[in-house]
């Protein structure tokens, strides 16, 4: 497959401005094609204009937000693609606000397929998922036959939301790929907070001169993927007819744990500290301890498999945020 394909066609990403959204959006426009943001630039969801102030002049933009079921039959029409990664994705959050989680991650996901459905049903739709799915593993790696069994609220209305994609892909024909991704990382996350990723708040706090924190022993294993590789995911399983229907892990066959994480960033950013402190009792409760993916059927499918090493994709992030944290921290 030749991501070249995509140049001349129009594309429609929900949650454009956020951290995923706004590097595919800027690979997009790199291949020539006809890019519409969509993003509600709601505080506590990551949007951020910066994000694609590179580009700006070379997309379209449209604050909306996607529980608009108005706004988005106008908003899909004639699009080629739909990445469909507008969410919420804050674990803690949906579980002390939990019917805006539904309402974002649940019921918005099937009023955008309606929209598909009615109005542009020849579509091409990707689906940010997440490995908070599976819960807290029974064997790894975990591949895409484990059992779901999600610990918050969040992963059980990402659940419904998968379930959409695939009943509209079987019963009407709108052609869905699911990607399940493990921790992204890299330039335009969100680090003001933790909402989208502890990673984030880790790198502020290093710049910013402080110690970060390190929840419980620090021996939970992870797997990271740089951001970069899961827009190439996202391209691939947007032209691949073979990926409609399926769901693909993405994820990383070297995990580390959190302590040689934080280790690897003080090595980088030599000022840099970090303290191990017990898990906040909201943050214990969801915890899923160790986890990382077995990510071999989207790399015998569409031949995809991560290309950044770990400390080359933090040394590329603090590199970016030592540029443009002034446009992150608040």
Known sequence: M?????????????????FIGSSLAMRLVELGAEVLLVDSLIPEYGGNLWNVES?????????????DPHSLKYLIK?????????????????????????????????????????????????FASTRQLYGAPKYLPVDENHPLHPVDVNGINKMAGEGYHLLYNQIYGIRSVILRLTNTYGPRMRVKDARQTFLGIWIKKILCGEAFQVFGDGLQLRDFNYVDDVTDAMLLSALSEDANGQIFNLGDSNPVNLIALAECLCRLEPAGRFELIPFPPERKAIDIGDYYANYQLIQHKLGWEPQCHLEEGLNKTLNFYREFGLHYWD
């Open 2 to 18: 030749k991501i070249s394909q995509f140049s001349g066609k129009k594309v429609l990403i929900t949650g454009g401005l956020g």
């Open 55 to 67: 580009v700006k002049n070379n997309l379209r933009i449209n604050i909306s937000d996607v529980r």
């Open 78 to 126: 004639g699009q080629d693609y739909l990445f469909n990664l507008a969410g919420q994705t804050s674990h803690v959050d949906s579980m002390q606000n939990p019917f805006i989680d539904l309402d974002i991650n649940a019921h918005s996901q099937l009023s955008i397929l309606e929209a598909c459905r009615q109005h542009n049903p020849d579509v091409k739709v990707v």
